[in-house]
């Protein structure tokens, strides 16, 4: 179905009551969108409108996943934007036609109720939710008033991740931390202005930027993309988790290759308690560095494949939790993909036997925000297999007719820096 973009409809709709009403009481935005997205279903919308339901439905499951870690600003926003979107596609529709005298479109005739809605949206401004519930005014660090500021101001369904703040807890090192938040010790120490060999405090609190961009989507499935180091599982269309991993890593000679490879794949198997086989290639390894060679290790804590192992049709490629959680995010294994313990746990549990995936290779990533803002990303070429990013990049740029709209400057400072974070480039 062809799209509508008219840009004067969509204002004169900003201008109807109720449809871009950004005021509702905190307590109540979670409540308000579970009930228009009940009764966008009822009404059985995307028959007609597909494309718009499904990003309707992209946007409440990113709530609920914010809500879900507790991060309640951020699922304020995503909750509030998906009631917007609902609102506008029953407008358009005739579901919940305005009192107002209907708007004219550009032949100077009222729309057709069946006339599909604009693609991207015009986006109110930014909501003030409350901060996230790890954000605090003051802190160990004295971060003060910063952390108000730190606060993610992007809502997008292109986007996953956000600049945000995290809470110290029992336990925690600088490694695991970025693990878990999927950014590098590197990054963290540099926004924090961190000593390298300080010692975390429970209760301190640490600032980080993980926004990336969604590289592909898949209806139901499993995609990683290698160089950003992350995992992402949509369910009906829908990216209901995006995960930090750790992947193969960059040696390859004439002997050993353990990279991770790319292509399509289906799970094949699931096990709890795995027995790990040690595959021939490390076995060899093992006996060149003067190791006892072991040819498998049973269920317990000195299994390097944990608690939980999913088998792919790629030869000798499982995705798995780990019993080194701190090298999540990194490129550390022998070509397998390794999930943080606790959240291995819960995908272990979702994923079903024959779910497709596909492993892709993409350093550099661009999207265009509903509201209309470039963002960038761009990572280590960390296997080698792209001659020039910056070519790519400026590529990527102009394909989508964008070469006039973004900031060069800052586009060619992402590009040199590489820190793999999703940075907005509008002019």
Known sequence: MKMIKNTALILMLMLLPGVFNTSPAWADSRQEAQQALERLRKADLHRHYPEETKSIEATFDVAESYHKDQKYGLAERFFLLASQKIRVLETYSGQHAPATAAPQSDTGEPPRADSPPPSEPVQPAPVLAPEPQNAKTEGQNGLADETEQTADQTVSDRLVGASDVYTVSKGDTLRLVAAKLGVSRQHLLKVNKLDPKATLKVGQHLK????????????????????????????????????PVALGTATKNEKYVWQTPTGKFRITAKQKDPTWYVPPSIQTEME??????????????????????????????????????WS???FASHGCIRVYPDQMEELFREIKINTPGEIIYKPVKLAVTEQGRIFLEVHQDVYGRHSNLASEVRSLIEKKALSDKVDWKKVENIIKQKQGIAEDVTL
């Open 208 to 243: 980080y930027n993980n926004r990336k961009i969604i590289p592909q989507r898949l209806r139901d499935g499993i995609i990683v993309n290698i160089p950003d180091r992350t995992l992402y599982y949509f369910q009906q269309g829908r990216l209901v988790r995006s995960l």
């Open 288 to 325: 060149e560095q003067g190791k006892e060679v072991i040819i498998s290790i049973p269920p317990g804590p000195d299994n390097p494949l944990g608690k939980y192992a999913i088998k792919t049709s790629i030869p000798g490629i499982l995705i798995h939790s780990t019993t080194k959680p």
């Open 328 to 330: 999540i995010y990194s």
